[in-house]
């Protein structure tokens, strides 16, 4: 129970990686404000969780939205202790996950970048007057092994998760002066509706891939790629998510760590 009577947002977690991290913030105690564009699915999953928690329908780019949604968590349970950043998705607009760069258009390109990174902007900045008030406080910010390895195949996400990255380092040496850490995960291979997308794009334009099922695309390239040869999980994310959220990593902040399974060593993505 290394986080009893502290508070938790955590954005985009309606589903996927996010519901991963709030059940294992719940499982250490926490209570916990799930921020999400799908409301019933924020609902859903915040009913779900094993404490008091809080379901929240709000649009994590804009923010006006993520203040009184902020504020809504505030006011349910006294307090902000915690934030994880996990809101980011393909735009909804884009008929295909995977766009190089000649292949994106303007609205395009803002539209990955309002989805992957103005998210972590509003959300941080309606949290910090809260995490202030605490004394001391963590944000986590979920980022994407796509930010530490090139991929012509997604320019524009990895650009958006690089800028976390740079957000995250900057914020880490404003912030410390209120005893407010602020650190960064990669996630690596995750099977998430995003992953499904992409194997579901592959099949149909790479002829190698013409007989196989998205998911068996997606453990091809596990295991094509990670050296460990398994796959990420949404608690995986989570269980990194709660220590550094805790007392024992007081003394981190401004990290940028990849759970991966050693992906990055490789450069396969490029």
């Not at 709030?22 to 921020?35: D, S, T």
């Not at 009913?47 to 203040?67: F, K, N, T, W, Y």
């Not at 395009?108 to 949290?127: G, H, I, P, Q, V």
Request: glycine share 8%; hydrophobic share 50%.
């Amino acid at each position: 129970m290394r986080l009893k009577d502290r508070v938790a947002i955590v954005t985009g977690a309606a589903r996927g990686i996010g519901a991963g991290i709030a059940r294992c913030l719940a499982a250490e105690g926490a209570r916990i404000g799930i921020v999400d564009v799908d409301r019933a699915g924020a609902q859903a999953t915040a009913a779900a969780l094993a404490v008091d928690a809080l379901g929240i329908g709000a649009d994590c780019s804009q923010e006006g939205a993520m203040r009184e949604a902020t504020a809504a968590v505030v006011a349910r349970f006294g307090r902000l202790d915690i934030l994880v950043n996990n809101a980011g998705a393909g735009p909804p607009a884009l008929p295909t996950v995977l766009s190089p760069f000649m292949a994106l258009d303007q609205a395009a390109w803002d539209e990955w970048l309002a989805s992957n990174l103005r998210t972590t902007f509003a959300a941080t900045k309606a949290a910090i007057p809260h995490l202030q008030a605490v004394g001391t406080a963590s944000v986590v910010n979920i980022a994407s092994i796509a930010a530490l390895v090139p991929s012509v195949a997604l320019p524009a996400y990895g650009a958006a998760k690089a800028g976390v990255i740079a957000l995250t380092r900057t914020l880490a040496l404003e912030l410390a002066a209120s005893n407010i850490r602020v650190n960064v995960i990669c996630p690596g291979f995750l099977w998430t509706r995003v992953w499904e997308t992409m194997a579901t794009e592959m099949k149909l334009v790479l002829p190698a891939y013409a007989n196989l099922t998205p998911r068996e695309i997606f453990e091809e390239a596990v295991k094509r790629a990670t050296p460990l040869r398994r796959e990420q999980t949404p608690e995986d994310i989570g269980r990194l998510t709660v220590f550094l959220s805790s007392d024992d990593a007081v003394n981190i902040t401004g990290q940028v760590i990849a759970v991966d399974g050693g992906i990055t060593l490789t450069n396969v993505l490029s």
